[in-house]
């Protein structure tokens, strides 16, 4: 079980380059109209005025849906004709389609904390091994990583080992990413879908690769024609759909509960700047607790249907598809 | 009729349809759990974690219907 805090590290370092480079091209297109907008010289008051009250207002003004200031929104704010500038200015020499928006930026800032954060513990808790461990941090992470691999060995059977460091990584990544919304001045990358679809991407290409290393070729094939042979026609397009539409699934599940959760979350805390006087109460604090509820049922669902997609692929005796 | 005005009614009528059927689902799926985990504790670790799956790909239909009312949402205004 020591190799697992390392193999984690790893993984985590590819997810956050995954992340890199599948999440720019795909915020961009809900954005780039707005951002034509802006260009073409109407200021952004129309949206600014539904913000009004809330504490994000000024610096939120280009967000579409009701959400908690994080630090970047007012890094924007404070800057934001330097910024806009600086923005543009790359984007000049780029496509349309690979446009740098600073919603980009944000999110990324985000799962770069996120793997700072969780790359620091892994190393310095895992740095003086030992049979009779003296420091909480290594037993902490020793009983996450056995946790873990029971969980797992549930799905994945006599094959956990193989596979834990994928999903076992992808559980805690989901989970510090979703926790890290209910820090005060920091956001959950999860609720863009970008992130997340880079992610169920990841595990797309992974289920595939241990499709075919782990049957071969014919036996890959041979699961996309299904049972009886002669019906081919008909398996063969369903089997491709079924696989091409698990990573979208996967992907706007956690993005709709998390952007869900974030929302309800800001509009309860709008709610106190609206209402003045009579109720100053931390009125989404109750829904604090369903969020966490939510983001760790979420996290777990992100990993464990990974590790059964994996599952279904390999050669066993209960093949279920 | 404004096209507005029928986005309006539509998303949370659409929504609560969903989850009006997501929740009878996942009643059903739950109690069905439930009964099973009452009559053998000794797997109850198994049927919570196929419980949780089968939830989970209940509920995504609902979170279908949120995204569809959080992208559409945009175009009230």
């Known amino acids: 079980m020591n190799n697992a805090a390392r193999l984690w590290l790893l993984a985590v370092i590819l997810l956050a380059l995954a992340c890199a480079a599948a999440a720019a091209p795909h915020n961009d297109v809900e954005q780039a109209g707005e951002t034509q907008i802006q260009a073409a010289g109407e200021t952004p008051d129309t949206t600014a005025e539904i913000h009004d009250g809330h504490?994000?207002?000024?610096?939120?003004?280009?967000?579409?849906?009701?959400?908690?200031?994080?630090?970047?929104?007012?890094?924007?704010?404070?800057?934001?004709?330097?910024?806009?500038?600086?923005?543009?200015?790359?984007?000049?020499?780029?496509?349309?389609?690979?446009?740098?928006?600073?919603?980009?930026?944000?999110?990324?800032?985000?799962?770069?904390?996120?793997?700072?954060?969780?790359?620091?513990i892994a190393i310095t808790g895992t740095r003086r091994r030992a049979l009779r461990p003296t420091?909480?941090?290594?037993?902490?992470?020793?009983?996450?990583?056995?946790?873990?691999?029971?969980?797992?060995?549930?799905?994945?059977?006599?094959?956990?080992?193989?596979y834990i460091a994928f999903v076992g990584t992808l559980f805690v990544y989901i989970l510090c990413l979703n926790l890290f919304g209910l820090i005060p001045l920091m956001k959950s990358p999860t609720s863009v879908w970008g992130i997340n679809f880079a992610m169920a991407l990841c595990v797309f290409l992974y289920v595939q690769y241990t499709a075919v290393v782990r049957n071969g070729f014919l036996g890959y094939v041979k699961h996309l024609v299904g049972e009886p042979w002669w019906l081919f026609p008909l398996m063969v397009p369903l089997h491709i759909i079924e696989e091409l539409i698990k990573p979208i699934s996967l992907s706007l599940r956690l993005f709709g509960n998390i952007l869900g959760e974030d929302t309800l979350l800001a509009v309860f805390a709008g709610l106190i700047v609206l209402i003045p006087g009579v109720l100053n109460l931390p009125l989404q604090f109750p829904f604090m607790f369903l969020a966490i509820l939510f983001s760790t049922i979420q996290a777990l669902i992100f990993s464990t249907l990974a590790a059964v997609y994996i599952a279904l692929m390999l050669p066993h005796e209960e093949h279920a598809t | 009729m404004e096209y507005q005005a029928a986005l309006g009614l539509a998303l949370p009528l659409g929504l609560g349809a969903a989850a009006l059927g997501c929740g009878i689902g996942i009643g059903m799926a739950v109690n069905g759990a439930m009964h099973a985990m009452g009559r053998q504790p000794e797997v109850l670790g198994k049927i919570q974690t196929a419980m949780i799956i089968g939830a989970a790909f209940i509920e995504a239909l609902t979170i279908y219907a949120l995204v569809i009312a959080f992208v559409l949402a945009g175009k009230i205004q």
């Open chain 1, 55 to 120: 504490d994000a207002a000024a610096a939120g003004a280009h967000e579409e849906h009701y959400e908690l200031p994080n630090f970047m929104m007012y890094i924007h704010a404070f800057n934001r004709e330097a910024i806009d500038r600086w923005l543009a200015g790359i984007n000049a020499n780029l496509p349309p389609l690979l446009h740098i928006t600073w919603l980009n930026i944000e999110n990324l800032t985000y799962c770069l904390i996120v793997i700072a954060l969780i790359s620091a």
């Open chain 1, 135 to 162: 420091s909480r941090l290594y037993i902490f992470l020793e009983n996450l990583a056995i946790g873990l691999h029971d969980f797992f060995a549930q799905v994945l059977g006599s094959e956990t080992r193989k």
